[in-house]
């Protein structure tokens, strides 16, 4: 698959699989970059048609 960016080609995936859910980890800029400021987590959560659920690691602020 190739997209023009990460969260784009996570859209494509999503509509080419025809999933209902997209799980995502936080990448490790803190609790899911500060509350969805990290620009590829923002973008799939603004363009994605379907639910997105957002895991933390226990590095990243859980535990």
Do not use: C, Y
């Not at 997209?22 to 969805?36: E, M, T, Y």
């Not at 994605?48 to 590095?59: D, F, G, I, S």
């Amino acid at each position: 698959m190739v997209a023009e960016s990460p969260a784009a080609g996570l859209r494509q995936a999503v509509e080419e699989l025809s999933a209902d859910v997209l799980v995502l980890l936080d990448p490790g800029h803190g609790w899911v970059a500060k509350l969805f400021g990290d620009s590829v987590i923002d973008e799939v959560l603004r363009h994605t048609q379907v639910p997105v659920l957002l895991l933390a690691t226990q590095e990243n602020g859980l535990g």
